[in-house]
């Protein structure tokens, strides 16, 4: 890894120049509807030869979840954005990994470990306090149960009433139509009870499985549980489908698309990040909660797992760094200015075109960019200026 730039990462940012910058980035007042329009217009970086090269190796996945949120109509369903920490509920059959992706991506505990982990009985809640409060839950395989045949005293509304999102999660390296039957059976009752809760599916434990057989299982179960949920009446139900693993990043992907749809200033990080990436010329830019490693937007271009391993993997870096030096403040930080600010550009790749470049928002929130040939990763004070703007914007996202 070859450090273009000797600055420290946890350096102060250089000031911004008052004179007025050509590149400025202009913010339109309503943030909040800009993200339609950004999102369509065509940017420099698609022609980029990373996008390009990997667009076509991965179009087909890429399609295939796409899909999954079209309603057989043809319209995109709305998801739901609602005030509040995002709670998510995990259920599933015996086995499949429910307290795994819990404990892997909200305490952080080790893959290997969780085979370890013993069978849940009651519902289990972990809060992980980050720049959001993640809240979470898991569900018994006794509770699926009194949701699929209820029971007349069964207390639905304690467990569900406030969630945001139903996370289920799938084995496919066991027997799972019996998990696929639950599942569309909570799909309904959930349809029918309380149809503001996003229901998404983790197609899991996808480590260890060829490609082919990846898709084919992906394939089959969606085209499964849509069938069957036309046939029960619910064909309108959007329900989105992730392949998942903690063995690799994708468990975290995955977790950060479902807490996405439940932010309200999605539309504003978005619009902000379009902005941004088309004024630099940046190939992908996240926004990182910086301690659970999900990402809360990023911009309209295509997104590759590539792209997220490599700026999450530097967000371990910065957390390593920051653990070393000292993490000042704790608990929820939105509303901190930012104090402290660092950031930091390295080349990643052999042939020293590729950069990513980081930019501490607060304690809790990182932009990180990744930038391809043609970028203007040689014109720093340029990126910075801009960074310091969405910085400023997103903390008055954060602040209303
Ligand atoms: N290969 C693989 N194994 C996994 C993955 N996630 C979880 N496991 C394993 O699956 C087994 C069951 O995991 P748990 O998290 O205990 O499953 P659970 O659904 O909470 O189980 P119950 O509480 O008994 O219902 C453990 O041995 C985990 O190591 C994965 O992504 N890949």
């Keep these: 890894m070859r450090t273009l730039f000797s600055e420290n990462i946890l350096s102060l940012s250089p000031t911004p120049a008052p004179q007025s ?72 059959s015996r086995r499949s990994g429910k307290s795994s992706v819990q404990k892997v991506v909200f305490q952080k505990l080790s893959p290997a470990d969780t085979l370890f982990l013993e069978s849940t009985s009651r519902i289990e809640t972990a809060n992980m306090h980050s720049f959001i409060t993640f809240e979470s839950a898991e569900l018994p395989t006794s509770i699926v149960t009194a949701v699929t045949a209820p029971a007349p005293d069964f207390d639905h509304q304690a467990i569900f009433s406030n969630a945001g999102a139903v996370i289920w999660i799938l ?9 696929i039957t639950s599942m569309i059976q909570t799909a309904v009752f959930l349809a029918e009870t309380y149809p503001r809760i996003n229901f998404e599916v983790f ?77 630099c010329r940046i190939q992908k830019a996240y926004l990182f909660d910086t301690v659970s490693k999900i990402y809360l937007a990023t911009d309209a271009s295509p997104s590759f797992l590539r792209d997220y391993e490599v700026c999450s993997d530097y967000v371990d870096v910065i957390v390593d760094i920051k653990q070393i030096y000292g993490w000042h403040g704790q608990g929820n930080s939105s509303q901190e200015d930012g104090g402290g600010v660092g950031e930091s550009m390295v080349s990643y790749d052999r042939s020293g075109d590729t950069y990513v470049y980081a930019r501490e928002i607060n304690n809790y929130l990182s932009l990180i960019c990744v930038m391809g040939r043609g970028s203007s990763a040689d014109k720093r004070v340029l990126i910075d200026y801009n960074a310091g703007i969405l910085h400023d914007a997103l903390l008055q996202i954060f602040k209303v």
């Design 21 to 92: 910058n050509p590149f400025e980035l202009l913010f339109p007042s309503s943030l909040s509807t800009a993200s339609s329009t950004a999102s369509t217009q065509s940017s420099p970086r698609q022609d980029d030869w990373l996008t390009q090269h990997v667009q076509n190796q991965h179009r087909a996945d890429a399609d295939a979840v796409n899909q999954t949120s079209y309603v057989s109509s043809g319209h995109r369903t709305q998801n739901v954005r609602r005030k509040g920490n995002p709670k998510l509920l995990f259920m599933g």
């Design 171 to 179: 084995d496919v390296q066991d027997e799972y139509l019996t998990s």
């Design 203 to 279: 197609i899991h434990k996808t480590d260890g499985l060829s490609d082919e057989y990846k898709y084919e299982t992906f394939r089959e179960v969606r085209q499964r549980v849509q069938d069957e949920l036309s046939d029960l009446g619910h064909g309108d139900r959007s329900v989105s489908y992730y392949q998942t693993s903690i063995f690799d990043h994708s468990i975290f992907e995955a977790m950060s698309k479902v807490v996405q749809k439940l932010l309200p200033q999605l539309p504003a990080m978005e619009a902000l990040l379009n902005k941004l990436c088309s004024t």
